[in-house]
Structures are given as C-alpha cells and as structure tokens.
C-alpha cells in the first residue's frame, strides 16, 4: 500500500510530551513504525493518534510517578518535584522555597545516585523468541538501536 503524502519514511512529527518522531516505515492506517529522535525507542502507532500527537515514550517515566519524589543535589540541598514542565524541563522546589529547573536528564542522574530509580538491577536473559523480544526491559533498547543501524544502512 502506498503511503500518504505526510506519512512517508522520514516524516517528521511533534508528540504532545516526547519531542519528535520520525516515520520509519507505513504498512496500513493502523501500522505505522516510528522511533522517538531523543531516546531511539521504536513502536508502532496509528496514523490518526501520530497526526495528533498521541505518542508516548515507554522509556521515559510518567510525568506522576516523578511529583512529589525528592532527591538530594550538592549544589540546590533537597529538592522536590513539582512539575515536568516541557518534554525535558523538571521544576522543583527547594528547602528555602525557591525554584529551581532542571534537565531531566539531570533529574534522572541525581534519581539513580539515591538509588530511587526506576531500573532495578537484575539479571536479564537473553530473548529467545519475538514475543520475548517485545516485552520492555534493558535489552530492549539494544534491539531497538541495532534495528535502527539496520534500517539506516537498508539499501545502501
């Protein structure tokens, strides 16, 4: 099937909340494979909920999941979240009340040096089958970059 005029490979959309993407490759209006340009991450969307903005980042923590969590910062003392205000912008709040904005990559570092974040450590097998390669965890993102390599070399 042909692919409409905006959904050609490398069509460029803007997410509500996760930057942009990029059109990898259009089967029908209910497949459509994209990766996110900031994380890499590759999923699969509608073109209706594409041309919206609907997207999320299964990589990046929910915006409410991270208010209200502290984390402590050499040069700010303890902060508090407050609000993700753009797609990497964090505002916290400090001891004095002042507020202080942040990186999120920023805000994910300090949360890894508490040891409050999100990705336990464990050991992680290998995938045996394509159902395993789909659920998310670490090597996920592995698959996902080697994936991209091979889909940016593809007719070269």
Avoid: C, W
């Amino acid at each position: 099937m042909t692919a409409p005029q905006d959904m050609q490979n490398g069509a460029r959309f803007k997410t509500n909340k996760h930057g942009y993407v990029r059109v990898i490759d259009y089967f029908n209006t209910h497949t459509v494979i994209v990766f996110f340009e900031n994380t890499g991450n590759i999923r699969a969307i509608s073109a209706a909920k594409l041309r919206a903005g609907k997207l999320t980042d299964s990589t990046v923590a929910p915006e409410s999941i991270m208010v209200g969590e502290k984390i402590e910062s050499v040069k700010y003392g303890v902060l508090t979240i407050v609000a993700v205000e753009s797609e990497n912008v964090v505002l916290l709040k400090n001891d004095r009340e002042e507020d202080v904005r942040l990186l999120m990559a920023s805000v994910q570092k300090m949360l890894q040096k508490t040891g409050k974040s999100d990705g336990k450590e464990e050991t992680l097998e290998a995938p045996s089958s394509l159902s395993a390669l789909t659920k998310r965890n670490k090597k996920t993102k592995d698959v996902n970059t080697l994936l991209k390599k091979m889909l940016k070399d593809y007719g070269k």
